[in-house]
């Protein structure tokens, strides 16, 4: 448990475990702790784990200004500058993938191998108008709840867990949901997602690269890891049958399965 300034704000990490180093980017809503659950399943096969709160995120200190989702990509390369890492898997889900992206069309060099999770390569109009639902929504606690939360998850996975969702809304809505700062935070990062467009530099990817889709992703849809595919050399593409965006949550043991046996895959298997 660490932190490091970065243009005079202080950014929150942590270090988890030896061997090689594997970046975990958070998801907008969330944070290093998102992870807890999931740190024993990716340090298997030898994994260091790098944890960060991005700018406007959990630990990390607030922005109070706007700012383009690439300063997350500049945020990065001065951390793992920080910790003397000159090359790095990494894993970005969401809004991570985004960030994870601006940072392999800069600096393609220091990325080993990438899985990217229910991500986009922009932000187009239809998404901007969906983060402009949720910036809209800020000032009631349920309001937000009901317009950000359940298009998360697939609908066979809120049916399901009903009773769960509703833990979950009781939770939120009387904590971080309820809170300003938070909801300022939400509302700069949503913001700074709008200027997220790699479309020219995905070539300049040249690690492996692995893409996760989800079936029922109404936020980030299939196509849109289609495209990705498509434009990035020799990127593969997984489907997840009936699981939404918060495909991690939805299917932790199949997602982790998936992530870290493309991580930890070394070299490329021949079959003569």
């Known amino acids: 448990m660490s932190s490091f300034s970065f243009k005079d704000k202080t950014v929150y990490y942590e270090v988890v475990g030896k061997g090689r180093p594997l970046l975990l980017l958070n998801g907008i809503m969330m944070s290093t702790a998102s992870w807890h659950p999931f740190r024993e399943a990716f340090q298997q096969g030898g994994n260091q784990l790098i944890l960060v709160d991005m700018l406007d995120q959990g630990k990390s200190e607030a922005m109070g200004e ?3 989702i690439s300063l997350q990509a500049d945020m990065l390369c001065a951390l793992l500058d920080h910790l003397d ?10 809004y991570g993938g985004e960030v994870a992206l601006n940072f392999a069309v800069q600096w393609p060099e220091r990325v080993t191998r990438m899985v990217l999770a229910n991500t986009v390569a922009r932000t187009n109009a239809w998404l901007k108008e969906i983060g402009q639902g949720w910036i809209l ?3 009631n606690a349920e309001a937000y709840y009901d317009t950000t939360i359940p298009v998360i998850y697939s609908p066979d996975f809120y049916d ?3 009773d769960w969702m509703q833990k979950r809304k009781r939770l939120l809505t009387t904590t971080a949901f309820a809170n300003p700062e938070f909801i300022s935070r939400m509302a700069r990062l949503t913001r700074s997602a709008e200027s997220h467009d790699v479309r020219e530099g995905l070539h ?13 992703d109404h936020i980030t849809p299939p196509e849109e890891q289609a495209y990705l595919r498509d434009h990035i050399p020799g990127a593969e593409l997984v489907m997840l049958p009936k699981t939404g ?4 949550y ?23």
């Open 66 to 68: 706007e700012f383009p």
């Open 85 to 94: 890492v000159q090359q790095t898997a990494i894993f970005g889900t969401s």
């Open 137 to 139: 929504a800020g000032d």
């Open 160 to 162: 399901r867990r009903a």
């Open 204 to 216: 300049r990817i040249n690690c492996p690269v692995l893409l996760i889709s989800s079936e029922q």
């Open 245 to 248: 965006h918060a495909s991690f």
């Open 250 to 272: 939805e299917r932790p043991a199949l997602f982790t399965s998936i992530v870290t046996g493309f991580i930890n895959l070394q070299d490329d298997i021949v079959i003569n």
